[in-house]
DNA sequence: CTTGATTTACGTTTCAGTCAAGTAATCTAA
DNA sequence: TTAGATTACTTGACTGAAACGTAAATCAAG
């Protein structure tokens, strides 16, 4: 038998094993290049070659670019996404649980040129959609519904008022990092709690 | 005297005249696919068969495809600035006068397909900064500027509350277009509404 | 020595940018 | 009125570079 420790182990096929290594170094080099270059900018002889892989093995493993990608950006998000603990809302103040929930949100929590891949998915939204697909899927929804949750949760613990349309505040308040990368170029450390303290006086409970 | 009726005319050049009608084409043209394909997935050859020209004409009066979607951004964004009437705040209530102004400043009061050019600009700020460059002076910059305005104007009547952050509340509300996009796939005709609505008790001077 | 992973080398397509030859429009001068 | 000069536009073709996708050769692991 070649089974190992978990008994139900598939016998390992026959032939030269793949690196186990590849797969990891080539997601990352896409999700590199995309922020950099773009969708279509973006050639896989430079993801092979970030990847210290030649071309060929990429095709071996992903049918083309798209597929690539889409791979890339799925394998990504998933891991940010489960790299978030849940906020403890117990023992502060409800505007520095915002604050806190907000700074979350940012963009530059991921990857550094992530404005720069937003605005790549954006770009493809009419020749490739399931890369927004996906973005809104694994990155944008897991993020709104858990500022929305916090929202919430201070809502039935009556410190923001009963009246809040969770929906808009929260769309307002990550909107503002869209707009501070366009009117700047860059995401400054300070916005969330600044957009917070705006907006404090609408949605907290007087 | 070959002059017109407005005295100092220059002569006119020899030769044949260039069609006045083909740079309005083909800058269209370039908004149209920039728009839908992207900076680097757009072609000259596409260009030039949407505005019905040939290729060649278009190498004449532009050097490149840099150039050419530079000056095409330039035009379109001086344009659409160019045709925004200044606001009437007399006579209408501070929240209707916020709610106008903020839907004015819509992406989609431009081009239809705003979103995915503002996606390509975005895409392309590492390989063509000046895309981005144009977009904020001509695009973004006067219409924040503009919205800013407006709310200082109402503070100055005694409307809003005279301890806001007018330039976070600014991004705040610009920003909710691009995070409603962002989650849904389109801008909502009542967003603007909405988003003020929502934001109204953190502004208004009680 | 068989099997599959990986690489080196190749063919094809696409597109930017250029060029040459022919046609069209406008001005000037005879 | 007409002939020539000058510039704009079209058609068609060409070059070179980039990049996709593949086929043949090579390499590890049983």
Redesign the interface.
Known sequence: MTEGVEGTRQARPPGRPRDPGIEDMVMRAVIGRLA??????MTIADIAADAGVSRPTIYRRWPGKRDLVIAALDLSFRREQASLPPLDLDGVPAIDAVKAELRRLSPNNGER?A??L??????????TPEL?HI??EHA??PR?RRLMETLQELQWRRRL?SD??ID??S??????????Y??T?EIHAD?AD??V???????SAE
């Open positions: 950099v270059d773009g969708y279509s900018r040129r404005v720069g937003i605005g790549s998915v954006l770009a493809e939204d009419t020749h927004i973005f809104r944008i929804e709104m008022r809040l349309d808009q505040i769309t307002l308040l990550y909107g503002c990092y869209f707009a501070d366009i009117r170029g916005l600044r957009a303290d705006a907006l404090w006086p609408a949605i």
